[in-house]
């Protein structure tokens, strides 16, 4: 399975998420990627959508490669098997964390204009990427939304691999995800169009 964009994609994922009846749910979307995906679950529930920031921290000289991800409210998530893989000392692992932080507290400031963030006290709490590879940064926002009490905290994602789900499924309430393919190799190959979302655009999306 193959999906034409994030639209689409959020449309397959909505349509799941539904079917599951979740109670007074709110959907947190992980940016950038994750708000066009997240804002078709929220038209099909009817409900909130919101950003909860996250930002993947990358191994120096192989950025895509996640050893860990940072969250809203100095919350820091490790993935020390790639720590010790890439062998990543503590002084390189806190350069990321400080550069990340920065881009992070941008990314609150540009997309909530001010507002605070949605309350998901004893609500369903739904974080929706794109997709997951380690799922670094959906730990990440599990972990930010257990301090903020919400009756159960799901992750949804339109594609992820079988580990990263089992792993997940260890921290959250629930997972839901539309194709686990066997062979994963990364998100965006799951995907005709994974062009790069903009800060524009997330903008327009949580407006609407």
């Known amino acids: 399975m193959r999906f034409v964009d994030r639209s689409e994609a959020g449309e397959a994922l909505g349509s799941a998420v539904a079917e599951l009846g979740p109670a007074d749910p709110l959907v947190l979307a992980l940016p950038r990627g994750g708000v066009p995906v997240a804002a078709e679950v929220a038209r099909t529930l009817d409900c909130d959508l919101d950003v909860l920031v996250v930002r993947k921290l990358g191994v120096p000289h192989h950025p895509e490669l996640a050893m860990g991800a940072l969250g809203e409210g100095g919350v820091i998530v490790r993935n020390d098997e790639v720590i010790s893989m890439a062998s990543i000392g503590p002084a390189d692992f806190d350069r990321v964390v ?41 730990r990440a926002a599990v972990t930010v939304l257990r301090g903020r009490s919400p009756s159960s905290i799901w992750v949804a994602v339109p594609v992820a691999p079988g580990d990263t789900i089992r792993l997940l499924e260890e921290e959250a309430d629930r997972v839901v995800v539309v194709h686990q393919p066997r062979f994963f190799g990364a998100v965006g190959a799951w995907y005709d169009d994974f062009s790069q979302t903009t800060d524009a655009e997330v903008r327009e999306l949580l407006s609407g």
């Open 98 to 138: 400080e550069r990340e932080e920065g881009e992070l507290q941008r990314r609150v400031t540009e997309y909530r204009q001010g507002k605070s963030p949605a309350d998901p006290r004893g609500r369903t709490a739904i974080i929706v990427d794109d997709g997951l590879a380690t799922g670094s940064t959906a």
